[in-house]
């Protein structure tokens, strides 16, 4: 016992024989977005098939279910990086309808410009998805309890202020209050429109055939709504997969202590990761509220949980530390589909539900499997 | 000798009324391993934590390189370089083998002035030091979750390592592992001692400490109850002064004076 060369061998150079070695075909499939990759093939088939002549994949078809994916997205986006950062948002939908009121509040009523309005919201409503954060993370509580008693402060205040400075639970009049804006078409403006028009022009597209829009698209451009949806996309997926702060997402989420230990700023993490859902439900809010040209107190409702489950869809962990940008945006896709695609089959939309209760389970079956294929258990 | 990398000087710990560390002095060199051995709730995690940044002494004092140390949170203590693998706490098992090797220092190269994780030199760097530790990875790409306990024990020595550590700290890294990865484990503490990092080996048994540890320290209910170096104490000998005081009489012939 006093010679070093008394530690046991070590396995050489040659490959452990009990590992076997994987198809690179199976390697690709066991990812986290494979869940979301399915279930948008099944639901594109299904409405091929049974809906293809209702117009849902013409021009203005598809420009109808795009729009409502798109806002999916958008709110998809920050719940799945909170998500994989280990924590919750119930505040969404209540934050939609604050925010939008708060725009409406400060442009219609107090008289601000626009886009004063608009930043002064983003900033408000940042601050408060710091302070759930913040909350959260000097509280220890889960962040559902947090953010549930957010839902409901959030929802009871937007109602508030809304009947004590207009007696009315719909502000209206964005639409004057946002003329010549520079910031308000970021949100509510139209892009390509001179592509658009000139597709119309060569007969690709459906135009008007009367009225005083004649020889105008039907699609006349893509709606800010689908670039902010792109955008935050774009953004999610990168910040994740391809930068050093979207392995400190993953490594707060996947296990917050094991994270500190080396060094990563669990808690800053937390707090941005709320204050970017916050963001997220700003811009939703914002793109309805000018499009609309009203904010009302009662937007959003349910949003926070169509956001969770896209997400869940989409393959990410409800417990964090697992999940994916592209996921997340298919998850919202199929909800999107589905919900406009059952209205251009003219089913009874109660069925929504149904289905989507059905492929939320399915959703989850299929990725609980994929997940214990990932870490080799069967 | 050279001096010691680090030095605690009579750490007291308590947690309220519960006293966790009654003043466990004890000193690592360079390149020697000390195995740090005890029961259950005999003061040892309690005590690398104090060394690792994690809890500040009540009392007492830590000395690193020979200079006073007080370190505020585990980062500190990194960045001096004394690095801990806890046993169940180092990995994230969804995460990737090279994500997980470098999480908190995740290499970037810049690309039109975005800074992005850089991927490549991850995988390259993880399956080298990996392979440097005798461990064969089908791919950096793998989730640690498809490796062996021994594996994952292997993957943060190798990453704490890689990282500059000089005192590399490690809470039973061996108990809950089977006979061949406990092998693999000691092997690699092994490695690492040979480079010239200490290394503080924390465990209930006693044949794994004897096949790696250079010296060995014995906590009993916050308090040293022995400490003695290769050669002047047989496994038997520290197998009863584990089990507690009863048969302590008999054996301070042989540690006379390291008591
Ligand atoms: N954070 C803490 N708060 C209160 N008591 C603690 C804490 N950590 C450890 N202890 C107590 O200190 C004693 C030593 O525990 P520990 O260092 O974990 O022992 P070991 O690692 O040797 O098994 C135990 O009695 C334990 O209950
Ligand atoms: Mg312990």
Same mark, same amino acid.
């Given at each position: 016992?006093?010679?070093?060369?008394?530690?046991?061998?070590?396995?050489?150079?040659?490959?452990?024989?009990?590992?076997?070695?994987?198809?690179?075909?199976?390697?690709?499939?066991?990812?986290?977005?494979?869940?979301?990759?399915?279930?948008?093939?099944?639901?594109?088939?299904?409405?091929?098939?049974?809906?293809?002549?209702?117009?849902?994949?013409?021009?203005?078809?598809?420009?109808?279910?795009?729009?409502?994916?798109?806002?999916?997205?958008?709110?998809?986006?920050?719940?799945?990086?909170?998500?994989? +950062?280990?924590?919750?948002?119930?505040?969404? !939908?209540?934050?939609?309808?604050?925010?939008?009121?708060?725009?409406?509040?400060?442009?219609?009523?107090?008289?601000?410009?626009?886009?004063?309005?608009?930043?002064?919201?983003?900033?408000?409503?940042?601050?408060?998805?710091?302070?759930?954060?913040?909350?959260?993370?000097?509280?220890?509580?889960?962040?559902?309890? %947090?953010?549930?008693?957010?839902?409901?402060?959030?929802?009871?205040?937007?109602?508030?202020?809304?009947?004590?400075?207009?007696?009315?639970?719909?502000?209206?009049?964005?639409?004057?209050?946002?003329?010549?804006?520079?910031?308000?078409?970021?949100?509510?403006?139209?892009?390509?429109?001179? #592509?658009?028009?000139? #597709?119309?022009?060569?007969?690709?597209? /459906?135009?008007? /055939?009367? !009225?005083?829009?004649?020889?105008?698209?039907?699609?006349?451009?893509?709606?800010? @709504?689908?670039?902010?949806?792109?955008?935050? #996309?774009?953004?999610?997926?990168?910040?994740?997969?391809?930068?050093?702060?979207?392995?400190?997402?993953?490594?707060?989420?996947?296990?917050?202590? +094991?994270?500190?230990?080396? !060094?990563?700023? %669990?808690?800053?993490?937390?707090?941005?990761?709320?204050?970017?859902?916050?963001?997220?439900?700003?811009?939703?809010?914002?793109?309805?509220?000018?499009?609309?040209?009203?904010?009302?107190?009662?937007?959003?409702?349910?949003? /926070?949980? /169509?956001?969770?489950?896209?997400?869940?869809?989409?393959?990410?962990?409800?417990?964090?530390?697992?999940?994916?940008?592209?996921?997340? +945006?298919?998850? +919202?896709?199929?909800?999107?589909?589905?919900?406009?695609? @059952?209205?251009?089959?003219?089913?009874?939309?109660?069925?929504?539900?149904?289905?989507?209760?059905?492929?939320?389970?399915?959703?989850?079956?299929?990725?609980?499997?994929?997940?214990?294929?990932?870490? !080799?258990?069967? | 000798?050279?001096?010691?990398?680090?030095?605690?000087?009579?750490?007291?710990?308590?947690?309220?009324?519960?006293?966790?560390?009654?003043?466990?002095?004890?000193?690592?060199?360079?390149?020697?391993?000390?195995?740090?051995?005890?029961?259950?709730?005999?003061?040892?995690?309690?005590?690398?934590?104090?060394?690792?940044?994690?809890?500040?002494?009540?009392?007492?004092?830590?000395?690193?390189?020979?200079?006073?140390?007080?370190?505020?949170?585990?980062?500190?203590?990194?960045?001096?370089?004394?690095?801990?693998?806890?046993?169940?706490?180092?990995?994230?098992?969804?995460?990737?083998?090279?994500?997980?090797?470098?999480?908190?220092?995740?290499?970037?190269?810049?690309?039109?002035?975005?800074?992005?994780?850089?991927?490549?030199?991850?995988?390259?760097?993880?399956?080298?030091?990996?392979?440097?530790?005798?461990?064969?990875?089908?791919?950096?790409?793998?989730?640690?979750?498809?490796?062996?306990?021994?594996?994952?024990?292997?993957?943060?020595?190798?990453?704490?390592?890689?990282?500059?550590?000089?005192?590399?700290?490690?809470?039973?890294?061996?108990?809950?592992?089977?006979?061949?990865?406990?092998?693999?484990?000691?092997?690699?503490?092994?490695?690492?001692?040979?480079?010239?990092?200490?290394?503080?080996?924390?465990?209930?048994?006693?044949?794994?400490?004897?096949?790696?540890?250079?010296?060995?320290?014995?906590?009993?209910?916050?308090?040293?109850?022995?400490?003695?170096?290769?050669?002047?104490?047989?496994?038997?000998?520290?197998?009863?002064?584990?089990?507690?005081?009863?048969?302590?009489?008999?054996?301070?012939?042989?540690?006379?004076?390291?008591?």
């Amino acid at each position: 016992m006093t010679e070093t060369t008394s530690t046991p061998p070590v396995s050489t150079d040659k490959p452990d024989e009990r590992v076997k070695t994987r198809s690179s075909f199976r390697q690709a499939l066991i990812r986290p977005e494979l869940g979301g990759i399915c279930g948008t093939i099944l639901v594109f088939t299904f409405f091929l098939l049974t809906a293809s002549d209702s117009g849902m994949f013409s021009a203005s078809g598809v420009m109808n279910w795009s729009i409502v994916s798109s806002q999916f997205i958008i709110i998809a986006v920050g719940a799945c990086l909170l998500m994989i +950062a280990g924590e919750f948002d119930l505040s969404v !939908g209540s934050m939609i309808g604050f925010s939008g009121m708060s725009i409406a509040l400060l442009s219609v009523v107090f008289g601000l410009p626009m886009w004063m309005a608009i930043i002064a919201t983003f900033i408000l409503c940042m601050g408060i998805g710091a302070l759930s954060g913040w909350l959260v993370i000097k509280t220890g509580l889960p962040s559902f309890i %947090v953010t549930l008693a957010f839902l409901f402060i959030l929802r009871g205040l937007t109602i508030f202020a809304a009947i004590s400075t207009t007696n009315k639970t719909i502000v209206g009049g964005i639409k004057d209050a946002a003329e010549g804006d520079w910031l308000a078409p970021l949100f509510g403006g139209k892009v390509l429109t001179g #592509l658009f028009q000139w #597709l119309g022009d060569n007969g690709w597209i /459906e135009t008007f /055939e009367r !009225g005083f829009k004649k020889g105008q698209p039907v699609v006349d451009g893509i709606p800010m @709504l689908m670039v902010w949806a792109v955008i935050l #996309l774009i953004f999610g997926h990168w910040l994740l997969t391809k930068t050093k702060f979207g392995n400190w997402i993953f490594a707060s989420g996947g296990n917050a202590q +094991a994270a500190t230990y080396v !060094g990563v700023p %669990v808690n800053r993490v937390k707090i941005l990761m709320f204050m970017f859902t916050a963001f997220c439900a700003c811009v939703f809010a914002t793109s309805q509220v000018i499009e609309f040209g009203s904010a009302g107190a009662d937007r959003g409702l349910l949003k /926070e949980f /169509e956001a969770i489950i896209s997400v869940v869809i989409g393959g990410a962990l409800l417990t964090g530390g697992y999940g994916s940008v592209i996921g997340a +945006a298919l998850g +919202a896709i199929i909800f999107g589909v589905v919900q406009q695609g @059952l209205f251009f089959a003219g089913v009874e939309s109660s069925l929504f539900r149904v289905f989507l209760g059905a492929i939320l389970l399915f959703a989850v079956i299929l990725n609980t499997y994929i997940r214990r294929m990932i870490t !080799g258990e069967k | 000798m050279s001096e010691p990398i680090i030095e605690m000087k009579k750490i007291e710990k308590h947690f309220g009324s519960v006293i966790a560390l009654s003043g466990v002095s004890l000193k690592v060199m360079p390149g020697e391993c000390l195995c740090l051995l005890g029961d259950n709730g005999a003061g040892k995690s309690t005590f690398i934590k104090t060394m690792a940044g994690v809890h500040k002494p009540s009392v007492g004092e830590i000395y690193f390189e020979g200079k006073s140390m007080d370190f505020d949170c585990p980062r500190d203590a990194i960045i001096a370089g004394i690095a801990t693998v806890y046993q169940d706490l180092a990995m994230i098992p969804l995460m990737s083998v090279a994500r997980n090797f470098f999480m908190g220092n995740e290499p970037t190269k810049k690309i039109a002035g975005i800074s992005f994780f850089d991927h490549k030199l991850a995988n390259e760097v993880t399956m080298k030091e990996m392979k440097k530790m005798g461990i064969h990875l089908r791919s950096a790409d793998q989730a640690i979750g498809t490796l062996s306990g021994g594996e994952r024990q292997t993957v943060a020595i190798a990453r704490a390592v890689y990282f500059g550590a000089k005192v590399l700290i490690l809470d039973e890294p061996t108990s809950a592992l089977g006979v061949r990865q406990t092998a693999n484990v000691l092997a690699t503490i092994d490695k690492v001692r040979k480079r010239g990092i200490a290394v503080v080996f924390i465990t209930h048994n006693v044949r794994h400490a004897m096949a790696v540890g250079d010296t060995f320290t014995v906590l009993n209910r916050g308090r040293t109850l022995g400490s003695a170096r290769k050669g002047e104490i047989t496994s038997e000998e520290l197998q009863n002064l584990m089990a507690g005081g009863a048969t302590l009489a008999t054996l301070e012939g042989s540690l006379a004076g390291t008591i």
